[in-house]
């Protein structure tokens, strides 16, 4: 079934005009493109977002991936009647502006390909139909493919048809780019935009070339080098044209970013675009062989997981290790473009079991990153690497400070940046994963251990001795509502995790490479002494235990404040933290997201108990406990929920986190699409139904298992992961 | 799946204010409600409508249902801020009118029960959660029940609760009523209206009782008598109100109707809401239990088919034979509440098989008209009777002869109360598949036979002799794009088949009961020579056919006009006939709506080839003809192009056609679903399922057969049909 690959609109929806821009985002992992239109329309929010290419503009507090000049428009005119997406229309009134009479837009999943089919009545009466695809190559990250096909349906209409490149583009309010040439270029067969960031000092250069049936020339407006052509189109007669654009810069390439465009952009328009798509479907199909998962019984589901995965894939960097996945993609400008611990904890995992070669250019980005981790860990007084909470190109800490102004001229200090130190652990967390399920020893002993090692470095020199307990004091978990907190159950049981693991593996890098080991011992200094603390740091953290109610205790002090039981802010939509103020929360027990939960998902049976019950039997009470204190005010929550749900057992309530998650950005229940594709949400759906309903683990002995958990009405589920370099693919079915 | 039974609204969405107060609409075949809100809403289009109370207002072309006092208004404050649904909110401000925090509407299709939960912050920062529930008693019509649930969710409100009836309401712009008393009760215990329509001067009467948990004074404001209670809910505690209705009119009862609403009110309030709702929902169950239809592999489709079948069930009379089914159901202002040919050919086929008491009720309905049919006939200058085109309670014609005046000053005449004569053969055709499934031989003794026989007396006058063969001029067919045309092959060979089947009607009539056969060919004529006339007109009317292309001809003179194939107008979100304009489409051939198509729904193989060409291939060749020319610009259209299309063998090209069907009012994709649901498409996709996908028909031997036909992803069909007072239960699977 197609249509379980297709993400339509039918009948334009001006309502949701920057909700379905983000939905229908093409990308590559080199940039992506927002759906906006090739005519644009009033009040778009178009923006074309190049991983890496950051700049901090003048008056904001952090930089951001700045939107490049605009590839994107094509402007026709029919008979004099410029096509636009006009959104009233009467059955029998002809306005001066032309009638829109169909519209259909439509996202194959499966291809990557952008389509827009319109209808279209000129002021003259006579009818087209105009066709318009677009790709972002994944054979060839450089390289922007259009076409637009165009049919006279009635009468022999007088057609034009102008290709441009803008450089006149602003991210929302800021102007990152200073245009330094915007030309016509090979005897008019070219057009090309070169130019610079502002501050950061990247260069681009852009480049396209127009095929068209008819002769067309080249000409510039202000900063729009364009292509046009007019004609006379026949009746029942098609006109096919190709735009083809190419883009590079100083992050890909040592020559200038305009020549390196230019050459391409001559390459591939003589290839030209139905060659282009081939390849680029071929590279789409190698990727969905693997990472599709198919769930028969539950088409909305299916359509969802598949739609999840796409943003994922698109956003991911399959050419670069210097790139990582924004907490928005590449779809929209919420979050700055930065990088948060949604990479490594929700994203990153379908792509380490599904596309290996990807997920190591995402932590090969962490470890070109280790001197700002560094950095801010001995500005802060401490040892070793401590990550950014947010982090760009420079990895440098790029957390604003204060909030934008709140409606009320107030402003909030957002502490994050400075508290929520967790990230270093949950990259090395990355880390471990990416070795138990590709083994590939040797980017462990080359890079890998030396995340991990300095990481746990620095929560050496992090933990705090008093009387005969280590603690951690001032610490934001994943539950953000609670700020600045001391012993975190979640940050200091993962503290303990890291610092065994870190034990653990150098114990097998002395075997397997002793050269590695020996470098990093005398790099890092990791001496008797420090490994020492580090046992006793293990030894002695103090783990939040409630031994009455046998529960892990989220900090000390949690159960004292007021109890809020979520479900009493039934139905709504928005945040519970909206509903009581920023103030009152962070008094009460409402939780924004899976924070002990979170620690379950992660470390599975061996979270363990201080006392005799049976961790099972824990794990159930810390469901028990938790969830009905969270308030998902985090996208990142109900896919996590979901997991944990699955592998306890409760499948149904399972299902509906699962099937929130799933929806979050198709129906844009957190209302901020606009914004962009909540990543994590994506990545954790996947997360969900390998690791939560199908129960996919490495077992004891090395050997991968399923635990299949199914809803009751899926009747089968299949994916494929690879282990170890061995395609293995699983189904399981529900007895009939 | 409960999903699989909900139709749900998450976040309150303004821009489809109209279109989901249709979908949202309940009722129970004595009246509609739409989904509008209990507190109003700017610009709703609230309506109540009970089927049969029309009214012809003042300076309006015909007369049309009017839409009853309003019995929904409850009002709510919470420590003064009046609820109502704010459609901007800020996360951080307090804006002085309160703000919604949570909204979720479900209408529940297993129950009939509509509800909506709000979360909802006063200005003073008290929040409150309150749950609407009603629903339309399915157990007793007159019945109407809401109960709201409050509960404080933060803090200690004030709480104002005010139930009323509102006395002053309008069709759009027509004022039907006269509002005679508008009163406070039994002492202040009850409320109430009695009220007339102005022209047809229909009396009716409307009493509330409120079931209180605290004091509640009744006063009058204006024409709005209302009950109000003030209190202050204690932090985490509910409240929950009652207010229970009842409606008669003078056409339900000879006492006065509010005497008769006051004693219904006082009763049904002593029950209480939940006694009430217990008993409606087995109803309802008792509904499902036959009409439900179960698709598994599709859940779009799954619902959407529950969805439609509710619909038709709501505006389904269960109670009267005096009512039909209007082309918009109960649930809007479109085509006036009038009856058509949609009620016999697309309504009425699903209750026929599954409703057989409702289905009679409907046949009833028009045998109860024969008097305005008749009158029809004769004004006209024709014997018998010839059914309106348009019918109300009357049973006279109420077509309006002009059009509403269109943007460019001009209306347009209406031809078809005037032409489109084959109504009557509908009708007819309706009588006799009643007989056929529910084998009630004593129905069609008794009323059936006359329906059938008056109506062929009309054909027999009708036709005119033209040379040597029979011809009908100056008809329209189901394809309304083509009006006032001779020789509709559709007309001419459902005369044919109406001619025959009343002959044989009369034979088996003759020996089943012969003094009314008696009785019959008295009252109505039907000499010897009449008799013989109808075997002549049988033997010799034109059926228009070529030979050559071995095809049957919509009309003679059809295939000479200017041939444009309707695909290549796509996407299009309008009709063709919008696009080329009412002038040139009627000099087109293209088509509104299955036509011949509709001909091979009606007759399969029985209705015949001129030459020796095998019935089939004429089918497929007639299909391969009228497919590629049909707009379908009437919502009737594409689930009669399933349910051929699934007959003759093209799975693929039926469902995409009944996917298009089963969700025209759920996606609004004519745009006009703000005026009501579309009862003949709802009553289409129950047909192509049964018909089409499964098959289903009597045999030679008057056995039940099914040939399935499943679309590919189809996992399972089931559905039960009566047969001749029997309950059967067909289950066809796709192979895994």
Not at 192 to 211: C, D, K, N, Q
Not at 265 to 290: F, I, P, V
Not at 667 to 678: E, I, L, T, Y
């Amino acid at each position: 079934m197609s249509r379980l690959w297709e993400i339509q609109e039918f009948g334009f929806q001006p309502d949701k005009l920057h909700h379905l821009e983000t939905l229908f985002t093409i990308g590559n992992g080199y940039l992506g493109t927002r759906g906006s239109f090739e005519e644009g329309f009033p009040g778009e929010s178009m923006a074309t977002l190049i991983n890496g290419v950051y700049d901090h503009a003048e008056g904001m507090l952090v930089p951001e991936l700045a939107s490049a000049p605009n590839w994107l428009p094509i402007q026709i005119t029919v008979d004099g009647t410029p096509l636009k997406m006009v959104t009233k229309t009467s059955d029998t009134m002809l306005p001066p502006e032309g009638i829109l009479f169909g519209y259909e837009r439509t996202l194959h999943l499966d291809t990557g390909i952008l389509e827009r089919s319109v209808l279209f009545r000129a002021a003259s009466g006579n009818v087209v139909r105009i066709i318009f695809q677009r790709f972002a190559s994944l054979h060839d990250v450089h390289v922007l493919c259009q076409r637009v096909t165009i049919t006279a349906i009635d009468g022999d209409p007088v057609i034009q048809v102008k290709a441009l490149l803008d450089g006149d583009t602003l991210n929302l309010t800021a102007n990152h780019w200073r245009v330094e040439s915007a030309e016509i270029l090979a005897a008019g067969d070219e057009i090309g935009i070169g130019a610079a960031t502002r501050e950061s000092g990247y260069t681009l250069g852009m480049a396209s070339r127009f095929v068209s049936p008819y002769p067309a020339t080249a000409s510039k407006d202000g900063l729009r080098p364009q292509f046009d052509t007019s004609f006379t189109l026949p009746f029942q007669e098609s006109a096919i044209f190709e735009k083809i654009t190419a883009i590079y810069t100083s992050r890909d390439t040592d020559e200038s970013p305009l020549a390196a465009a230019r050459e391409k952009a001559r390459q591939a328009a003589a290839e030209g675009y139905s060659l282009l798509e081939a390849r680029h479907s071929a590279e789409w199909a190698n990727y969905w062989d693997t990472s599709d998962i198919e769930i028969v019984g539950d088409d909305a589901c299916q359509l969802a997981t598949r739609f999840t995965t796409y943003h994922v894939l698109i956003a991911a960097p399959r050419h670069d290790e210097n790139l990582s996945i924004p907490a928005k993609t590449l779809s929209g400008f919420g979050y700055k473009g930065h990088i948060f611990w949604d990479t490594e904890l929700f994203t990153l995992p379908p792509m380490t079991l599904t596309q290996p070669d990807i997920a190591r250019n995402l932590l090969m980005y962490r470890y070109h990153r280790l001197a700002g981790a560094r950095h801010k860990a001995s500005a802060n007084g401490y040892e070793g690497a401590m990550y950014p909470w947010e982090s760009t190109d420079t990895g440098e800490e790029t957390t604003p400070q204060w909030s934008d102004v709140q409606p009320d001229g107030s402003k909030i200090r957002i502490w994050t940046g400075d508290h929520e130190q967790h990230i270093s652990t949950d990259i090395a967390y990355a880390v471990d994963q990416f070795w138990r399920w590709t083994g590939d020893d040797e980017f462990m002993a080359k890079y890998g251990a030396e995340i991990i090692l300095d990481t746990a470095k620095f929560w050496g020199s992090r933990a705090e001795l008093h009387g005969d307990r280590y603690e951690i004091s001032q610490q934001i978990g994943p539950d953000e509502y609670h700020e600045n907190i001391d012993n975190s159950v979640f940050v200091n049981r993962m503290v303990v995790w890291h610092l065994e693991m870190a034990l653990t593996l150098l114990g097998w890098l002395r075997i397997y490479s002793p050269t590695d080991a020996a470098r990093l011992v005398k790099f890092l200094d990791l001496t008797p002494a420090r490994l020492n603390h580090w046992r006793d740091v293990i030894a002695r953290m103090f783990i939040p235990f409630d031994h009455e109610k046998h529960i892990h205790v989220q900090f000390p002090g949690f159960f004292e404040m007021e109890y809020i039981p979520t479900e009493k802010y039934q139905p709504r939509i928005t945040s519970v933290q909206a509903i009581l103020g920023h103030h009152r929360t962070i008094q009460t027990q409402v939780i924004k997201q899976a924070d002990v939960v979170m620690l379950m998902a992660l470390l599975g049976r061996k979270i363990g108990t201080p006392d005799e019950t049976a961790v099972e039997q824990v794990m159930q009470n810390n469901w028990d406990t938790y969830f009905p204190r969270c308030d998902h005010g985090s996208s990142l929550s109900p896919a996590m929920h979901a997991w944990v749900a699955a592998r306890l057992g409760m499948v149904e309530t399972a299902y509906e986190q699962f099937d929130h998650a799933a929806h979050i950005d198709l129906m844009d229940n957190k209302g901020n699409v606009r914004d962009g594709m909540h990543a994590a949400a994506c990545g954790g759906v996947w997360q969900a139904v390998v690791f939560g309903f199908a129960g996919l683990h490495i077992d004891e002995r090395g050997e991968l298992a399923v635990t299949p958990r199914l809803p009751k009405h899926w009747r089968r589920l299949s994916f494929t992961v690879n282990y170890r370099g061995e395609k293995r693919r699983f189904t399981a079915e529900n007895p009939r």
